[in-house]
């Protein structure tokens, strides 16, 4: 089992930068990567971002390619979201997941609860 837990969320200006972090317990390194995905009202959940724990390797959806990096801690079971430049399209909950290096939802098996991420116009 793995436990997720999202903090960092909130409300920001457009053009601005919010960082989104997960912490990961239980048994962490069962899963192969982490990902991030977002929902916004009236919309299917989408991929963000995916990072494997071992080789650090990424893959960012082209939607916030250049804007948003995710990162990891792996001393601190931490996966960080760094969302810059941020736009009024951005704003969803935020989820983090664990799974498998995938861009899909059924590459995870655990979910966090999710953070609100709102940005003003």
Excluded at 36 to 63: C, D, L, Y
Excluded at 81 to 110: F, H, W
Aim: glycine share 12%; aromatic share 12%.
């Amino acid at each position: 089992q793995v436990q997720l837990v999202e903090s960092g969320g909130g409300l920001v200006q457009a053009g601005g930068s919010l960082r989104l972090s997960c912490v990961a317990s239980g048994r962490p390194f069962s899963s192969a990567a982490m990902g991030w995905f977002r929902q916004a009202p009236g919309k299917p959940r989408e991929f963000v971002a995916t990072i494997s724990w071992s080789s650090g390797s990424t893959e960012h959806a082209t939607s916030v390619k250049g804007r948003f990096t995710i990162s990891r801690d792996y001393a601190k079971n931490t996966v960080y979201l760094q969302m810059n430049s941020l736009k009024p399209e951005d704003t969803a909950v935020y989820y983090c997941a664990a799974g498998y290096y995938a861009i899909a939802e059924r590459g995870y098996d655990y979910w966090g609860q999710g953070t609100q991420v709102t940005v003003s116009s």
